[in-house]
């Protein structure tokens, strides 16, 4: 099925435009009007580039499905009213996709799977829970849960760094322009004064005419490659193993990471346990989402503990030098205790979630001053590397 780049217009005259994944040209006028858009005109379109499925765009497609599916509507039926929904042409697809399979005898969960980018493991084996224990509702709402959790890190993650990384660009900006515009502007008056000009004045006016030559772009072009270089090598192999242990051994950001793991690790295990997966699957799971070789290997440690016969709290207390803090291992050892484990790793999860939120606040407290303090201390150094020559020669004069 194609897409169609669309033109239509709203109930109130406002012009509409976007691009819908359609059957034929009639489905999308079908699509259209019950957005309350009249088609004016379509054009088939390729997708030469494709947006990714976001998370949140996942989370509102399960969100929209749990509705649904509550309100007693059947699973086919949700699928296609989902996908006649969704703003995103690539999603539409997968959903058209999925709609298509289930009408045809396929599983919900078997679907996805085969989708292979709207859902992860760990979503894919809570439907298939839901579907043999039949309590898909209550797997969805656990499923829409573990999303919201995960979109809310993330999004207090950009909004802590946006602050700092807008600071760092308007610095950048402010640089290029001294050295570019300002400083160039000066040469000939200090060329000619009868004093001799100050050694900062000078290596200030050489990194101005460095910045403004082609050896410049020459090494700007050389470190882009290289960053590409060196991103290619780190996705595989040995190069991923050392710079995931790098990363987790970076002051604050290690912490940061490692905490972040312990949340969503603990949120997913606890979630798959409550849809009814044996611990050592639900652990195999959360493994295979995990992207980090170093934390991912102490996963595999804790798994092959349990399939060895240990308990999940002394198995993770044999890692506690690493990864877990003693108050956790006697949280989840009395979780297990009292038959309460899915809600004592729930608990947990929040614990370390709330840490992470404190230390994203402090390190958004803490950037934005440095970065400010640094601009300032930069601002008054070209002051005085760039008008104390000028004050120098007025004195003479």
Request: overall charge positive; charged content about 15%; hydrophobic content about 50%.
């Amino acid at each position: 099925m194609p897409y169609y780049r669309w033109r239509g217009v709203d109930l109130i005259g406002r012009n509409k435009r976007g691009t819908l994944f359609a059957r034929s040209a009639e489905h999308l006028d079908e699509l259209l009007l019950k957005r309350q858009v009249a088609l004016l005109s379509c054009k088939q379109q390729r997708q030469w580039v494709k947006r990714p499925i976001g998370l949140l765009h996942r989370l509102q497609l399960f969100q929209q499905l749990t509705t649904l599916i509550d309100a007693g509507i059947v699973i086919p039926d949700a699928l296609l009213i989902v996908a006649n929904q969704t703003e995103h042409p690539q999603l539409q697809e997968k959903m058209h996709q999925v709609a298509q399979m289930v009408i045809a005898g396929v599983s919900l969960s078997d679907a996805l799977a085969q989708t292979g980018t709207i859902a992860s493991p760990i979503i894919i084996q809570l439907i298939k829970a839901g579907e043999e224990s039949g309590t898909l509702p209550s797997s969805l709402d656990a499923i829409c849960a573990h999303l919201a959790a995960t979109q809310d890190f993330y999004q207090r993650l950009r909004s802590a760094l946006l602050l700092p990384a807008i600071t760092l660009l308007f610095f950048f900006v402010i640089i290029m322009i001294i050295f570019t515009v300002i400083m160039p502007r000066f040469v000939d008056i200090f060329a000619s004064m009868q004093t001799e000009v100050p050694p900062l004045t000078q290596s200030l006016l050489a990194i101005s005419a460095f910045v403004q030559s082609a050896a410049m772009g020459l090494i700007i072009a050389i470190g882009a490659l290289c960053i590409v270089v060196l991103w290619r090598i780190t996705r595989k192999g040995k190069a991923r193993k050392l710079l995931d242990a790098l990363l987790l051994k970076l002051p604050f950001v290690g912490s940061i990471l490692q905490q972040r793991f312990l949340s969503y690790a603990m949120r997913a295990i606890a979630v798959l346990l409550e849809g009814g997966m044996p611990l050592s699957q639900a652990l195999t799971i959360v493994r295979q989402s995990v992207q980090n070789h170093i934390l991912k290997h102490n996963l595999q440690a804790i798994e092959h503990d349990i399939i060895s016969g240990s308990s999940l709290s002394a198995a993770m207390a044999q890692h506690a030098e690493n990864l877990f803090s003693p108050d956790t291992i006697a949280m989840i050892e009395v979780g297990q205790e009292s038959g309460r484990l899915p809600l004592l790793l729930q608990r947990a999860s929040d614990t370390y979630h709330v840490r992470v939120m404190q230390r994203l606040a402090w390190l958004t407290m803490l950037l934005q001053p440095t970065v400010m303090i640094i601009l300032g201390m930069l601002v008054a150094l070209l002051i005085f590397a760039v008008y104390g020559p000028i004050f120098n020669m007025s004195r003479i004069f």
